[in-house]
């Protein structure tokens, strides 16, 4: 008996690209909703990718036309539900428990729903195809938002559009998203995933351990404010003014060339 495509089990893939790491959720059939299994894989690669010092950027992707139509509801609310809490240890995809310190990118295309949203807005820069259409639409079904949304929407955009998007639960556009600054750059179906490994490479270029102190000090000022990111500069003087890529970064700058950073 053979297995149709609506019957197979999603899944969330990890592929190493040199020093870029790709995660692809893939559940097309299904319009890539989630799965708790999917999320624990989700959670498993960017806890890989947090851990492996060779790993520099990842890239959180989707296959076919659309990001997610968001969670798999009854495999987590209903009486077959198969969700269970995932180790603190693991890297949190909405970034609500423990988070990557490392440059994450975001590809959205077509149906970008709930989760989908919040896992984007945990990243650090969203590419979008033009085809992408975002919904927050949680109150709409009766719930509330539970993986960021309710924040990050006010710390990327403000009270008065994250509360218009929030309580409307309506249906908005790439153009839109892009005003409201979830997303960074929207390209052509097609473009959007090639367009994010290009600026990945492009990061790649820069020194892993200086971008690395650069979002964890902007981290402590989304935690404690401005005392917080000051108090860290030490430390990060400390770190960073020690490490080879330092002294590689200046040699780099006296002869006038192209530095090779190895993330020590």
Not at 44 to 60: C, K, M, P, S
Not at 189 to 196: C, I, N, V
């Amino acid at each position: 008996m053979t297995t149709s495509a609506s019957d197979r089990p999603g899944e969330v893939r990890l592929e190493r690209q040199g020093n870029i790491c790709l995660i692809t959720v893939d559940n097309v059939a299904k319009k890539n909703a989630f799965s708790p299994e999917m999320m624990e894989q989700l959670a498993q690669h960017l806890t890989t990718f947090e851990d492996d010092d060779e790993l520099w950027v990842a890239i959180v992707c989707a296959a076919g036309e659309h990001t997610t139509a968001g969670l798999d509801m009854p495999k987590f609310f209903g009486p077959k539900a198969t969700a269970r809490p995932r180790p603190d240890e693991w890297v949190d995809p909405f970034g609500l428990k423990r988070r990557t310190t490392k440059p994450v990118i975001a590809v959205v295309q077509g149906i970008t729903y709930t989760i989908g949203i919040e896992i984007m807005l945990a990243c650090d820069i969203v590419v979008a195809a033009d085809t992408a259409r975002f919904g927050q639409l949680e109150s709409r079904r009766g719930i509330a938002p539970l993986g960021g949304a309710h924040f990050r929407y006010l710390t990327r955009t403000g009270w008065g559009n994250a509360m218009y998007h929030l309580f409307l639960c309506e249906e908005f556009g790439a153009e839109r998203a892009r005003e409201l600054g979830f997303v960074q750059e929207v390209v052509p179906f097609g473009q959007h995933l090639e367009r994010a490994m290009d600026l990945a490479r492009r990061i790649c270029r820069n020194a892993p351990l200086g971008l690395r102190a650069t979002k964890q000090a902007a981290l402590e000022y989304l935690r404690g404010g401005e005392t917080a990111a000051i108090d860290c500069i030490p430390a990060i003087r400390e770190k960073v003014f020690a490490s080879e890529d330092f002294k590689e970064g200046i040699q780099s700058f006296i002869e006038r060339r192209e530095a090779r950073f190895q993330g020590r």
